[in-house]
Structure formats: C-alpha cells, structure tokens
C-alpha cells in the first residue's frame, strides 16, 4: 500500500482551548483506520482537520503528497470535493430532496449536466441496495437506508478517502455491522481508504488499525 494522507505536527487550538496538539498520523491506500477516543478528546476536530474543514493553528496535511494548506479557499473547497467523501451519525440528508437528489447534490456545483448527475446517483444507490428508494424522502426511509444514502453522497464523485464520524452511531447493532461490512467491500473494490472516528470498541475491532486520542494527544498509532 501506498501512503494516501499524512499529518505533521498538526496544532489546533480555538482561544485558550487546545483541542489537538501536535499530532503525527498517516492513512494508506485502501486502509481502514479507526481514531478513538472519548468526548472531548480531540478525534472529531482532528477529523474536521483532515477533511480541510478547519484550518490548523500549526503543522501540515499532505494529500498524495500535496500540502492541502498551502492551497487557496477556494482550491481547497475543490480539493475537498474532488477527493473526501464525509458520513456523519446524523446522516445530514436534505429532508426535501429524494434520495436521488440527495446523492446528487454534490455535483450540482460541477459542470455534469443533469442526466449524468442523475445517472451516477442512480448507479450508488443501486450499489447501496436503494435501487427501489430513489424517489423516498428521508422521512420514508429507515436508519440505515438513510446512512447507505449518505454513504452513496459521500461516494459520488469517487474519492480516495472517506471521513465517518460515528457512522453506526445512530443505528441498531445489527444494520451498523451492515454499514461497517459496506466499507469493508467498497475498500475491497473500489480502493476507498476509510478513516471511522469512534468511541466504540466493536466498530474499532473491525478497522485494519486503531488509532488512539487523549486530550487531544495520539497516544498510540
């Protein structure tokens, strides 16, 4: 495997409050990794990091060997979207939009023309199981079909990497073991590299390597 992100000595700190503190990590291609921790740890403001949706108060983020920091909003925001795919515990669906729609709607700031945005969404829901579910509102949809449409969302524009926070949290053991087998064959197939923020020591088993915060310190890795 090949090394797909590192951090260097990555700092962040919001006034007096230090929330991640010189931390050194790596993710490879097609690794599963699970950051654990307690609340208040610093593993979700490490994750909001990593995504490039937080700034770091020091140290750097290489993607494929790119500082992500060293580039513009603008080309940020355009990295992050052509490279990390985010699922979080509470699913962030768009509870007016179709499943379709919502799977879409990462593309809606791209140039692809409105069939082909509906033919890709399409084709990850059908990957999810939801072939039958492209019309449902989120209100119609269970748990965890509304996490594996998240997931289709998260996958729509075929990153390298996806970012999950607590994605079993909201869900009954059984269909958050499904979710997690998910990850497992779509980094089986496809390549994805998966980096689960957890404070769950049976989601964490599952994951190729655990890494552990305390007090916004790695304490293993």
Known sequence: MSELLRAESLHKSFGTVTAVCGIDLHIQSGEIVALMGRSGSGKST????????????????FYRDQDIFGLNEDALALWRRENIGLIFQAFHLIPTLSALENVAFPLY????????????????????GLADRISHRPS??????QQRVAIARALINNPGLILADEPTGNLDSETGDDILAL??????????????V???DEVAAKADRIIRMKDGEIINA
């Open 46 to 61: 490490a994750m909001h990091l990593l995504a490039g949706l937080e700034q770091p108060s020091g140290g750097h983020i």
């Open 109 to 128: 700031p791209t140039d692809v023309k409105t069939a082909e945005r509906r033919q890709r969404a399409a084709a990850q829901l059908d990957r999810m």
């Open 140 to 145: 119609r949809l269970s748990g965890g079909e």
């Open 183 to 196: 990850f497992h064959q779509l980094r089986d197939e496809a390549g994805v590299s998966f980096l689960i």
């Open 198 to 200: 957890t404070h769950d």
